[in-house]
């Protein structure tokens, strides 16, 4: 009761600071390595009001949102703390007890693994902090109360799409690679890039190299989870740069000539973009590829400009802090959140606001990454 009016008379002032425009903000100092994760930390040593968990530092997608959220949550006057789970679900929950430690009222969480991080929230809940799962569903728990996500399917259709749009004739290899089997994006992106892709494979203007899996249901529209995951057994990347590169390495060391010359190669993301490009650009027998990617990544932006990588899909992350502050507000200030649909995660129908994602190729850098303000210019060469 005492906390829940301590907690009432804070949100009151915090509000009023925001409205006065003099709120105290967040600061980027590393945390002193709390949780293991480092990130930004509250100066004052005080209460955090916002306290969010993302995957990794290791990936430059999430190092883009950190800065998003202690901008737009500085900007707002909202005390907050950013930490990393460096792709461990120990850590992850370390740092979830950290900040309820610390007397977050909402916590903002993009969970490592879907299904390990469900005790971590339920902690959360248990100690009255609205849950919000950032851009990958919490599974299996009914302690989530709201879900940020871009529109993961979408993600999946676009890179599919742009492969059947830019391969000509039949029998173009196709390879394929997928994320983490403990991320349920990975299954969502994965089922929008095969429906798509499965008519193509069936009508022979694809041939599957590198997963009998697949092969085995290239018949079948809609797979189920089960039969997704026993194709991502095959072609997981587990999101790792490194597992991306030997898996592409094995896969091409196993395929015959006829499986090489002008090839289309589904990449889940960025990252492992530049690696199976980088693998599949040093083999002779390889003529041309077309590849796919998502994120928009720096790095991944001067390959298409470079012509390394033929696409990545721009998930513009601004938008999805915006949409999960303004979230965290409205749970702040009592007022209704707003959403736009819902998401199953096994055990209940997650109230969600979803994002459009926007195909960026060659042609269109310009206007969706440097004119939209989200990189200038002089951060790539070439354009
Ligand atoms: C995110 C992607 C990201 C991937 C690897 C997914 O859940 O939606 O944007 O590239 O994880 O971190």
Partial sequence: MMKKLVSFMLTAVMTMSLLVGCGSGSSSEPASGTGGGGGSADKGGGNVQVGIVLPTKDEPRWLQ?????????????????????????????????????????????CPQDATAAAASVEAAKAAGITVISYDRLITDTDAVDYYVTFDSFSVGVAQGQYLIDNVSGTGVPLY????????????????????????????????????????????TAELTRDQQASILGQTTTNWDFDTAKKLAEANLTAAG?????????????????????DVFATDSDITSYIITGQDSEKASVQYVIDGKQSM?????????AA????????????????????????KIDVPAKSTDVVVVTKDNVQSALIDSEYYSASDFTGL
Avoid: C, H
């Fill in 176 to 219: 394929l690679y997928t994320g983490a089997s403990t991320d349920n994006n990975a299954f969502i992106f994965f089922e929008g890039a095969w429906s798509v892709l499965q008519p193509k494979i069936a009508d022979g203007t694809f041939k599957l190299v590198n997963s009998d899996k697949a092969q085995e249901l290239s018949g």
């Fill in 257 to 277: 000539k006829d499986m090489k010359g002008d090839v289309a190669i589904l990449a889940p993301n960025d990252g492992t973009a530049r690696s199976i490009a």
């Fill in 65 to 109: 949102d950190q800065a998003q959220f202690e901008t737009i949550l500085g900007d707002a006057g909202f005390t907050n703390q950013v930490l990393f789970s460096q792709g461990s679900s120990a850590t992850e929950k370390t740092n979830v007890e950290t900040l309820i430690s610390q007397g977050i009222e909402v916590l903002i969480i």
């Fill in 312 to 320: 990545t899909v721009f998930k513009d992350t601004r938008t999805l």
């Fill in 323 to 346: 949409d999960s502050v303004a979230m965290a507000l409205a749970v702040l200030k009592g007022e209704t959140v707003e959403t736009t649909t819902t998401y199953n995660n096994g």
